[in-house]
């Protein structure tokens, strides 16, 4: 199992953009993925969930309305659409899936709000 995760970048506040999660090693369309983060000093966190179908997702309430994530079951990918960015959401964000009692995590990609 492998997940390339993409697209951290330094932005500005109010900002935009998108992370993306390359899967590999199993069956994507199977299964749900997420999207965390961890910031310095702070425990990791759910930012966002997606169904195997993609037909219903999930967010932490301090993104919802700002985030969208979404999944291409023909590419293996999953992305975090990430819109008005805010210091706050500087972070190590990570790509997950669980399958067979096992958490399976990416690298992680950098993503610095400031001004």
């Known amino acids: 199992v492998q997940l390339v995760e993409s697209g951290g970048a330094l932005v500005q506040p109010g900002g935009s953009l998108r992370l993306s999660c390359a899967a590999s090693?199993?069956?994507?369309?199977?299964?749900?993925m997420r999207w965390y983060r961890q910031a310095p000093g702070k425990e990791r966190e759910l930012v966002a969930g997606?169904?195997?179908?993609?037909?219903?997702?999930n967010y932490a309430d301090s993104v919802k309305g700002r985030f969208t994530i979404s999944r291409d079951n023909a590419k293996n990918t999953v992305y975090l659409q990430m819109n008005s960015l805010k210091p706050d959401d500087t972070a190590v964000y990570y790509c997950?899936?669980?399958?067979?009692?096992?958490?399976?995590w990416g690298q992680g990609t950098q993503v610095t709000v400031s001004s």
């Open positions: 997950n899936t669980r399958f067979r009692n096992r958490a399976y």
């Open positions: 090693g199993f069956t994507f369309s199977r299964y749900a």
């Open positions: 997606i169904l195997s179908d993609g037909g219903s997702t």
